[in-house]
Structure formats: C-alpha cells, structure tokens
C-alpha cells in the first residue's frame, strides 16, 4: 500500500518546479532532520525548494548539516516566490504548518507525509505510516524506494530524527525496523556520539538548573500515578530560558515508580499554558491532546491551553483521573 504511494510522492517531486517543504511550528529534531534529508534528495536532482518554518531553530539542532538552508517565515513577509508543491512532514492537519500557509494558494499541491495516528489526508497524495519511529525513518524509506543516494549529511539528519522522536531509542515507537535503519545511517557515516552529544549534552548550564528547579518543585497526583512539572514564566526569566528550551524537560516527570503520567506545563502568558503530555501503559494523551486541538501519539502528545497556569493544571488532573478511573 504505501510503496506505490512513496512512488507517487518521488514522481511528484520530480514533476515540480519549485518545492517548498515544512513541518510544524516549533521545529524539533525530527521534523528538521526529516526535511534536510528531504532537501538533500531535492539537491541530488537538482529541483529548486525552499524549507520554511513558523518558530525559531532550537540552539541544539544548530549542528544539522543544511541548517542555514531553514528559513524563518517571519523572514518572508515581502516574497514573492511561489511554489508548485508544497511537502507538508509530521502535521496531523494543515493548521499546524501555522503561517506557512500563507505561501501556498489553491493550486498549491500538498503531499502529506506523518506518522501520527490522527493525521488526516489533506494533502493530494498522503503517506500516513503510524508504524514509524519518526517521520525520518519515512523519508529514510521514499530514498530507499528510489535507490537515491544517502549521503553522510542526510543520514546524520536522519539519524537525529529517529533519536530524538524514540527518546534516544527507548519510546514504544523504537522497533527493529527502526534500529536497523539506524544502524544503516551509521554505516552511512552518521557519527552516534557526536549527534547525541550535541543533542543532549551541550546544555547552556542555566538551562540544567531549570531543570533542577522543575524537578525540585515536582508534584504528584492521583496516589503517585500522574506527576506534574511546571516551570513559569518566573523561572524562563531567572535563567534567561527561551520557550523551546524546556523541550524534553517533560521525560523527568515519569522517572518515579508508580508514574503512568507525566505532564510538564509551561507558563506562556496570563491565559495561555503550553502542555507536554507523556504515558506508560494504556494512558493514550494524544486523545487528551486533542480535547484542546493537540495531538501527538498514544504515549506522547501536546497542546496549548487559553487557561492560566493553575487551571490548566486542574483541568488536566481532572481529565487523568477520569481515565485513569476508566482503566483500572
Ligand atoms: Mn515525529
């Protein structure tokens, strides 16, 4: 089923003129690795493309081979370039390309390509596998349908989104399918050592007392099944933190004994909270993601609330009692 669709997705790309490929806001390791993996295959034949996202690039991905090559749509307020082809990678709907829309009209064809279970087909062609660790393992498998070559640069960029989107290989998502396309990316020349160095280990030292400070003020609910990380806006300040800083914080909230749900809420404003959800066992938050237009996967899911601080907190603790009720 999807190789004839990864078949379709390569001849479309060879049938455009100019290509603009993005993901959602707020790039992640994922969602940038996949779409430099992307624009290495576009380089190789030769089509012209543009990468185009809402939100800033995390300092950490700054190592990325291509990197430059992102641009910030905030920075394309006066263009007048269009593009025949829109690849839209890891969005369960349009919406969350966010203002990159903008750069497309009707005419625009929209290839769709997501691992998330609640992707909906938007696009012309839509490569939905909800099987894969990462939407690069994806992108890893249209090279392969093709038997494009991967060179050093896209596999590092494919190598850092299936570590990052498995948690460093110990999500669910992680599979043998997906360690063997890691093992691949690393005969391909990716370096495991130094993309998990500058990934993980290359933290601006306030950065590690945030999460000093998060894990210091953890709360537990619900007998020790749910456990709640919150940093506010008092906290970003006093270590000069900017919001995808807190990225991966959330992974300390299920690090006790008991923890079926984790959740870490970041202060934006006065009315909006930022909200990470992750699960063990049978908890689906991308369900409870999506109560307030998130989404995600079963054992890891966001979203953003219009309530302040506390109430989302209570919000959120009532909405994991009622399932974690229903599940017992
Ligand atoms: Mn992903």
Do not use: W
């Not at 933290?203 to 619900?222: D, I």
């Amino acid at each position: 089923m999807t190789k004839p669709i990864r078949q379709n997705i390569i001849d479309a790309l060879l049938n455009s003129r100019n290509i603009l490929i993005t993901a959602h806001k707020s790039p992640d390791g994922d969602s940038l690795g996949s779409q430099l993996a992307l624009a290495g295959l576009l380089d190789h034949l030769t089509i012209p493309y543009s990468i185009v996202d809402e939100g800033e690039v995390p300092d950490k991905y700054m190592f990325l081979p291509g990197i430059d090559s992102v641009r910030n749509i905030e920075d394309l307020k006066n263009t007048t370039e269009s593009f025949d082809t829109l690849v839209v990678i890891e969005c369960s709907n349009l919406e969350r390309i966010g203002s990159v829309q903008r750069l497309i009209n009707d005419d625009t064809k929209i290839i769709n390509i997501d691992h998330h279970q609640d992707n909906q087909p938007f696009g012309y062609i839509n490569l939905k596998d909800i099987q894969a660790s990462a939407a690069g393992e994806m992108i890893y498998d249209i090279l392969c349908q093709g038997s494009f070559p991967i060179s050093k640069a896209m596999a590092t960029n494919l190598y850092t989104a299936i570590l990052t989107d498995t948690g460093r290989f110990h999500y669910n998502s992680t599979t043998p399918k997906s360690l063997k396309v890691s093992a691949h990316l690393l005969e391909l020349g990716a370096d495991p050592v130094e993309i998990t160095e500058k990934v993980y280990y290359n933290l601006r030292p306030q950065l590690v007392r945030l999460t000093g400070m998060a894990v210091a003020n953890m709360q537990y609910h619900l007998d020790g099944r749910l456990c709640l990380l919150t940093v506010d806006r008092k906290m970003m300040k006093a270590v000069d933190a900017r919001r995808g800083d807190t990225e991966g914080l959330v992974s300390y909230s299920l690090y006790s004994i008991g923890v079926e749900v984790g959740v870490l809420f970041t202060e934006v404003d006065d009315r909006t909270t930022k909200v990470s959800l992750r699960s063990q066992n049978v908890i689906d938050v991308a369900e409870l993601a999506a109560n307030f237009g998130g989404g995600g996967h079963v054992n890891a899911s966001g979203c953003i609330m219009e309530l302040p601080l506390e109430q989302a907190r209570e919000t959120i603790i009532e909405l994991v009692k009622d399932r974690l009720n229903g599940s017992v």
